[in-house]
C-alpha cells in the first residue's frame, strides 16, 4: 500500500480511537449503554458499521469475525447499533476529513 493509502488508514483509526475513548457523548443513555462486555463493544460497532460495504448485514458481520463461529447476531447488532446516536458518525466525518485534508491541493480554496 501507498504511504498516502497507510496514512488516511491511520487517521481514520485515529479518529475512531479518539470516538472510542469517550462513548458517552454518543450514547443515548450513556449511564447504562456499553457498560458490560458483550461480543460487540463501542468500537467494534463503529468498526462494523464503517467498514460495511453493501451485502447483507450476516454476510458484513462473518466477514468482519473471519467466519468465526462465536460472531454475532445480526439482532445484536442492531440492538447496539440503536444505542448510538448519528453525532458519533458526524464526528467522525468531520475530523476524518478535516484530519486528511491537504490544503496544498486545493484548487481556489476547493
Given amino acids: 500500500m501507498s504511504d498516502y493509502i497507510n496514512n488516511l488508514t491511520l487517521s481514520l483509526e485515529n479518529v475512531i480511537s479518539d470516538l472510542a475513548d469517550n462513548p458517552a457523548l454518543f450514547l443515548r443513555n450513556p449511564s447504562v449503554d456499553f457498560t ?4 460487540i463493544d463501542f468500537k467494534t460497532l463503529i468498526g462494523i458499521t464503517m467498514n460495511s460495504g453493501g451485502c447483507t448485514m450476516t454476510k458484513e458481520l462473518l466477514d468482519f469475525f473471519d467466519f468465526n463461529i462465536n460472531t454475532p447476531t445480526v439482532s445484536a447488532y442492531t440492538q447496539q447499533r440503536s444505542k448510538v446516536l448519528p453525532e458519533a458518525f458526524e464526528y467522525i ?3 476524518f476529513n478535516g484530519k486528511s485534508q491537504d490544503s496544498t491541493k486545493l484548487y481556489d480554496g476547493y
Avoid at 458490560?36 to 461480543?39: A, D, E, L, M, V
Fill in 36 to 39: 458490560r462486555n458483550r461480543k
Fill in 93 to 95: 466525518f468531520y475530523e
